[in-house]
């Protein structure tokens, strides 16, 4: 079982439209959290942080159930600027220890 | 957010020869900094964790002989492919982290594009 499981995507959507994506960790100690964003040919940005009490960021919200090991990410009235990769991470440590990441969900929004 | 750079951006060589990637923390001190490689369609997969002043840690299946990595300083880790074969054709990520300034996310450079001919 990979470590993080996300949808496989491509999500091809409407300007608009409301887009959840889905993700699964295996390792129960894993203390923290995030969502990435990776256009074509980039480095991953920092979307955002997920916290277990759930947190929103315009948009975006995040969501972490840490009993089923899920997490997921909301994005409403998608514009065409959200099109990207968007990538579950988790880290089982502190910021020295590595980040695990998901193979990503390919995000299009179309006009 | 912490700002980290990577040089060459893209590099294209020819295979045998070697590479080195700089990666460097601009405005903070990275007590540790992390080397990546993704491949296309293909998630980023941690090649190996480098503490400064320190030997790295490589992941299993990552062969350290091949991939020479030094962090002799709070700001610059670099990463040499050497005798570089069509297969180690990748994006190479580093990204950097400071646990003494209590730093919770890691800072990632902007990767360089290696294609070896």
């Known amino acids: 079982r990979k470590e993080v499981e996300q949808d496989p995507g491509p999500f091809n959507v409407p300007e608009g439209a409301t887009v959840a994506f889905n993700c699964t960790y295996s390792n129960s100690a894993s203390q923290s959290f995030f969502w990435y964003r990776q256009d074509c040919r980039k480095e991953p940005k920092l979307l955002m942080s997920?916290?277990?009490s759930g947190n929103e960021d315009g948009r975006f919200t995040a969501q972490l159930n840490r009993a089923s090991q899920y997490i997921s990410l909301l994005i409403r009235d998608s514009k065409l600027s959200d099109s990207a990769t968007y990538l579950c991470?988790?880290?089982?440590?502190?910021?020295?220890?590595?980040?695990?990441f998901g193979k990503g969900t390919r995000l299009s929004v179309i006009a | 957010g912490a700002v980290v750079s990577q040089h060459p951006s893209w590099v294209i060589c020819k295979s045998g020869t070697s590479v080195k990637i700089e990666c460097r923390s601009l405005d903070f001190q990275a007590t540790t900094m992390f080397w990546y490689r993704q491949f296309p369609k293909q998630s980023l997969m941690l090649m190996a964790t480098?503490?400064?002043?320190?030997?790295?840690?490589?992941e299993q299946g990552v062969e350290k002989d091949k991939f020479l990595i030094n962090h002799a300083s709070l700001t610059l880790s670099t990463l040499t492919v050497t005798s570089a074969h069509p297969e180690d054709s990748s994006f190479y990520i580093c990204?950097?982290?400071?646990?003494?300034?209590?730093?919770?996310?890691?800072?990632f450079g902007p990767g360089t594009r290696l294609t070896v001919l």
């Open positions: 990204s950097a982290s400071n646990r003494l300034a209590g730093y919770n996310e890691q800072f």
């Open positions: 991470v988790v880290n089982i440590g502190s910021g020295n220890t590595p980040l695990v």
């Open positions: 480098s503490n400064e002043g320190s030997k790295a840690t490589y």
């Open positions: 997920v916290y277990s």
